[in-house]
Structures are given as structure tokens and as C-alpha cells.
């Protein structure tokens, strides 16, 4: 039987964007538990944040972090040696990021050199980045842990000038709540990766990806593309493409039920 792997966002995908619950999506994460669905969390979140959720969610899968930065495994997860990989804590870790201190120290340059008034999570106390994101003081801590970003803000309107210079030096950015610097990383190249140590185990797998905002490379990585709809009930207008599934809600109620939708049909089975 071919294998099928869930891939799914975190914020205003399977999290809403105020408690930042999963909640509503416990009917089918648990039906996606009792059919041994691999469920993949890929996440702008960092490796901190993303496992307390694998803890709340009993949750023991290979994860991507901040946007495709790193592919966490677990040790021992899969038969073969993981290649290209490092050993760090409990996990064989595949990098694909550059390190966030080469990260922020390019993100400073910038800054100075263009004379910018924007500033980086790293810029900030905790309590001004629970603020600024709506996440409780002891996440916020974990969201400033980074490995291979540096999210940030303008102080006032957004500069194109300034995400121009960034892909000028060889970096990009991605913008969610807030917006990210980083590498030539992004989700969909780890999923792929991801994807590939899985067909190696198992065989040819199915994959199903969920986002709402701005992961296009992730979506058109899989075999069956969810675009999850918004809390005012809009989608991402620059994500559309032939093959693409809209959720009928907004966030984890959506989420839900296109889930629920998929494996009563049979088809991912």
C-alpha cells in the first residue's frame, strides 16, 4: 500500500492565529494518528517552538524548522544512515540554512549601510516580541532561539529598498506576520529531501501539504496542495495554480475538515 505523509504549517494553519490552538483539528489528528499517517510539522518556527507542540501533540515524526532551514530526525527513525547529516541531541539534522549569527551579522551590515530603521527579534526583549506576535512570554523566548533566521519588523512602513539589497547579497526574505532574512532555503526543497528518505524506506509515497500564506515553493511540492483559508475568510491571491485545494474555513476548523474530507474518500490511503 502506498504510503501517504502529511506536511502541514503551524501558525493560521493548523494553529489559529489568537490562541494559537489546535483545538479544532483534534478530530482529525486523531483520526491522522489511529491510520499512522506521518504528520510533518514545516514551520517558520524554530526547533524550540515546534517541539513543545510535538509534545502536545504526542507527535514523534521528523520535523522542518524555520521555513526549511533545518530537517530534524529523530535518531534511529530511519533504517539507513541519514547522509549529509549531524548528530545534535536526540536528532540527525540536516542543514540546509546558513547559521543565524552569519545571518544576523549580514542582516546589521544592511542596516547600517542603508540606514534603515528596522529591527530583528534579536533586537528585542521577550516581552516585545510576545507583544508584537500574540504568543505568551515563554514561547516568544522560544521563538527567539534561532538556528538559521532573523525575523524582523520595520519601524513603520515596509522598505523595498531594503528587501531588495537583501536579495542583492545573496539572501532572501519571506513575509508572514512578520518578515524573515534568511538563505536560499526554503520549504519546499526540505520537503522534497524529506520526502526522498521516505521513498528510500518505504517506497513511492503520497503527500499532502497545508499552508495559508506564502509558502508556494511547499505547496507545489506535493502531491496534493491544501491552501488554507484566512481568518477574514480570504486567501493568499500571489498562491494559485492548477491542482491547488482551498480549505472551506479558516486555520485548524479547515484544516480539519479537508483532512477528514481526504481519508474518508479513500484516496490517500
Known sequence: MQKTLIFTDLDGTLLDLVKYSFEEALPALDLVRAHGI???????????????????????????????????????????????????????????????AEIRRRFIALRERLGINVRGFTDMAVEEVAKLTGLACDEAALAKQRDFEEPFVFDGAS?????????????????????????????????????????????????IGFDGLNDLPMLQSVDLPVLVQQEDGSFDARIDFAGLTRTQSPGPLGWNKTVMQLLASGDVL
Not at 523595498?160 to 547579497?169: K, Q, S
Request: charged share 20%; net charge negative.
Open 38 to 100: 506521518p504528520l510533518i510539522l514545516c514551520s517558520s518556527k524554530t526547533r524550540a517552538e515546534i517541539a513543545v507542540y510535538r509534545q502536545r501533540m504526542d507527535n514523534d515524526y521528523p520535523f522542518i524548522s524555520e521555513n526549511g532551514g533545518g530537517i530534524f530526525i529523530p535518531q534511529g527513525y530511519f533504517a539507513a544512515p541519514v547522509e549529509d547529516s549531524i548528530a545534535l541531541d536526540n536528532y540527525q539534522v540536516i542543514t540546509l540554512g546558513i547559521p543565524h
Open 159 to 207: 522598505d523595498a529598498g531594503f528587501l531588495r539589497a537583501i536579495e542583492d547579497v545573496g539572501l532572501t526574505w519571506t513575509q508572514g506576520r512578520v518578515f524573515h532574512i534568511m538563505g536560499q532555503h526554503d520549504k519546499g526543497r526540505a520537503l522534497r529531501l524529506l520526502k526522498a528518505l521516505y521513498e528510500r524506506e518505504s517506497g513511492v509515497v503520497t503527500t
